[in-house]
């Protein structure tokens, strides 16, 4: 697992803590890209008045099937390093905190700077994201082979890959909207995907249990820079490949 990196002086004032590597946001920002072209081009081909404005189906068509069968890829890639691979372990637990924090109504609540209930480096709404993302482009790929290379199927598989491809096509839109509104509220996340790093009062705020994680994780660390606080600082530890 890659060391953590050091705090710094951010650019928004105040002392930021690393959140992201470089590796990791490279994964999120591809899927994403790729989950963008998916959804326009899907939009490109099955609604008329877009069809007829864009024109060029083949075209559309090709870019849709290259970017479908392309969403595993940088997940895939991503396991070479293992600052995602720990990402995907927290993603793939659900503890008795993230069970509290989908009960209670104020689960934003926050006691002297603090989140009042003690969030890991993922809460259990983006657990959920996760996973339903996960399960979204396995079943989207299988049903899209079928559609795409039809010839080995029955008509009665066709037809239901047909039926599950285009409504979860517009669950996937209505996840990916809801998504990208939270992100847009939460300056503090957009930051964290943005250039890796996160005010620690936000992470204090929003992931207590992960911030208290890292402070115990780098606190020797931390110490031996001390005499040195006023040399340039790296602003971002990669993650390196894994055994």
Known sequence: MSRPGPRRQGRRGGRTILRFTRSERAVHHAVALLMIICLVTAACLYV???AAAVGRRELIKT??????FGLPVPILAGRLFAAFRADLRRLNRFRDED????RRRDRRAVIDGTGAIPVGKFNAGQKLNAAFVAGAVLVMLGTGAMLTFPGPFPDAWRTGATFVHDWLTLAVLVVFLGHLRYALRDRGAM???WDGHVDLPWAARHHPAWLSEQAATREPALRERA???AAPEATEERGV???
Not at 63 to 68: D, E, K, T
Not at 99 to 102: F, G, H, R, S, V
């Open 48 to 50: 008329p008045a877009i």
């Open 63 to 68: 870019i849709h099937v290259i970017a479908g």
């Open 99 to 102: 069970w509290e924090w989908l």
């Open 191 to 193: 930051a964290g995907m």
């Open 227 to 229: 005499p040195r606080e």
């Open 241 to 243: 490949p894994g055994p």
